[in-house]
């Protein structure tokens, strides 16, 4: 059962151009929602992140947008570059009380590839 | 600041032997770690969580007597594939967060990519 889905799969955009990615949830109980930006070889790399009581918020050309009664949330990335050329996941967190910790339940991540 | 390094960031190795690959933060102290694993272009699956001092909590699936988690001290956690098989090939990606509440996001190692021959 995936409990966040992402879409699209993968997105080609071209250099300046706007990427846009969406996820979406089932569960109520997610409290926290980052992005991670992800290149070969290498490890996920927080990008933003969110609480459910925020509808948008902004780091440089990195936005994300929230929808709470949707269960939706994207990721807006402006004026893409080249070097944004990766793989971007979306996660939710929820409270683990078997383990008494959060833990993150990760999109199945998006392939972006900013032409020149 | 809140860099996490895992070692070796890739290893081959012949099947039936165990395989040990060590987490690190390295300029703060994570009470908590978590084990992931990700197959090519695929997502991160949580196999574990650690926190230190006490035993790991395994995620629905994963073998605990085949991947042994440690988290001995505020800085190192290690995991052991043991008797690793061709399907245990895979990347392994180690994350730290300190404290374990509140937003503080996790810090991701640039993982260990072992190949079981």
């Known amino acids: 059962q995936q409990q966040v889905k992402q879409s699209p799969q993968s997105l080609i955009v071209q250099k300046g151009g706007i990427s846009i990615i969406n996820c979406a949830y089932e569960?109520?109980?997610?409290?926290?929602f980052p992005w991670y930006q992800q290149f070969p070889g290498k490890g996920p790399a927080l990008l933003i992140a969110i609480r459910p009581d925020v509808s948008e918020k902004k780091e440089g050309r990195f936005t994300i947008s929230f929808n709470k009664s949707a269960k939706q949330f994207s990721l807006h990335i402006m004026d893409s570059q080249p070097g944004d050329s990766a793989t971007y996941f979306c996660?939710?967190?929820?409270?683990?009380?078997?383990?008494?910790?959060?833990?993150?339940?990760f999109g199945k991540g998006t392939l972006l590839t900013v032409n020149p | 600041g809140a860099v996490v390094s895992q070692h070796p960031s890739w290893v081959i190795c012949k099947s039936g032997t165990s395989v040990k690959i060590e987490c690190r933060s390295l300029d703060f102290q994570a009470t908590t770690m978590f084990w992931y694993r990700q197959f090519p272009k695929q997502s991160l699956m949580l196999m574990a969580t650690?926190?230190?001092?006490?035993?790991?909590?395994?995620e629905q699936g994963v073998e605990k007597d085949k991947f042994l988690i440690n988290h001995a001290s505020l800085t190192l956690s290690t995991l052991t594939v043991t008797s690793a098989h061709p399907e245990d090939s895979s990347f392994y990606i180690c994350?730290?967060?300190?404290?374990?509440?509140?937003?503080?996001?996790?810090?991701f190692g640039d993982g260990t990519r072992l190949s079981i021959l």
């Open positions: 569960n109520t109980a997610f409290d926290y």
């Open positions: 996660a939710a967190r929820v409270f683990n009380s078997g383990g008494s910790n959060y833990k993150l339940t």
């Open positions: 650690s926190n230190e001092g006490s035993k790991a909590t395994y």
């Open positions: 994350s730290a967060r300190d404290p374990p509440w509140g937003d503080q996001p996790q810090h």
